[in-house]
């Protein structure tokens, strides 16, 4: 059984709209937050090292998301995240906003692409072994 990265976030007045729902480009801030806290806090790979010291990034390449209800003011959502594809120098994460009702209570689920590039070139480079070596502790494993 792989694990599942989870953190929260609480929906704030700077993430909502005028109805007091969470405006969508909002999401994307969030989804770039737990990518960062997923980095630091489980592969031992802070964003300031990451760019800083190693001259490395993941930028996203792909994503893909389904809106499936509102969030909303004061909210807490709790954010997880798997990874359902590893390569060399990219990787998949399918990552899911939900609210306090549990699994029946998505928000929004994501599926994204992200590639490992030194950032003085962009050009493609392979994951750090540790980090590699990390990420799969989160690898769901294949449908049979």
């Not at 960062?36 to 800083?52: G, N, Q, T």
């Amino acid at each position: 059984m792989s694990e599942v990265f989870r953190n929260t976030v609480r929906v704030r007045f700077k993430h909502c709209d005028a109805a007091g729902i969470v405006f969508y480009p909002r999401y994307f801030e969030m989804l770039n937050d737990v990518i960062e806290d997923w980095c630091a806090e489980a592969l031992d790979w802070p964003f300031d090292a990451m760019h800083l010291t190693s001259h490395t990034g993941i930028p996203t390449a792909e994503l893909q998301c389904r809106f499936t209800a509102p969030s909303r003011l004061g909210e807490l959502l709790t954010r997880e995240l798997r990874v359902t594809r590893l390569g060399r120098s990219s990787f998949s994460v399918a990552i899911r906003f939900a609210g306090a009702g549990g699994q029946d209570d998505t928000r929004m689920t994501i599926d994204q692409r992200l590639v490992c590039v030194d950032t003085r070139t962009m050009a493609a480079q392979p994951l750090p072994a540790p980090v590699r070596s990390a990420m799969a502790r989160y690898l769901v494993p294949a449908a049979a």
